[in-house]
């Protein structure tokens, strides 16, 4: 082999483990446009109705530390009135912008290769309303490529409003509306997206 070659796989070689080196460390980012988080709310005891948060901020980390904020003035129910009761009385945005998760993935969730996909039980942390609780998530993490990731709720999620200080925004809801009744057992699915930081 001759000196000119030589140099070129050493470059070659060299390139690549920097390309490695920067993936394995990569942090990465949510993608706001390719991520959904949905809820249902149940109301006069058998009407269910899908709603969802249209902006969702988030980050991954190489050590597996996953944060999303959840702006809870996004929220859409399909009908202005009731997005801008659940705004105002429910979640009381003017004092509590946004709801938080915080969680730490498995380590080796961030050394995944494209295409290698796992199910795991991850403990997090909820914070809504200055109220903090502990929840245990199903999650299938998924990397569909070299610099992306997609976390995806294995089974619903279910959140007491009574818990995070919402029951009292409920019991408005439902008074005003003039329903019979809305659960305060609230399911909840996620698929998050999240792209590597170059």
């Known amino acids: 082999m001759n000196i000119t070659k030589r140099t070129q796989l050493l470059k070659l070689a060299a390139i690549s483990s920097l390309l490695f080196c920067a993936s394995a460390s990569a942090d990465w980012r949510l ?42 003035s996004s929220v859409q129910t399909g009908i202005d009135i009731r997005n801008t009761r659940m705004r105002e009385k429910l979640f009381m945005v003017d004092n509590f912008p946004k709801a938080t998760l915080k969680a730490t993935l498995p380590e080796e969730v961030t050394k995944f290769t494209s295409g290698q996909s796992g199910t795991f039980i991850i403990p997090s942390k909820l914070t809504i309303m200055g109220q903090q609780h502990e929840l245990e998530i199903e999650v299938q993490v998924t990397k569909t490529d070299h610099n992306r990731f997609v976390a995806t709720s294995a089974k619903p999620i279910l959140i007491n409003a009574g818990d995070y200080g919402l029951q009292s925004g409920i019991d408005w809801l439902q008074n005003v509306a003039k329903l019979s009744s809305i659960s305060p057992t609230v399911p909840v699915t996620f698929n998050l997206t999240f792209i590597a930081l170059m």
């Not at 993608?31 to 005891?45: E, G, I, P, Q, R």
């Open 31 to 72: 993608l706001n446009n390719a991520s959904h988080l949905n809820f249902v709310s149940t109301k006069n005891v058998n009407v269910s109705e899908i709603h969802h948060f249209s902006r969702l901020d988030g980050s991954l980390s190489s050590a597996g530390e996953l944060s999303v904020d959840i702006d809870l």
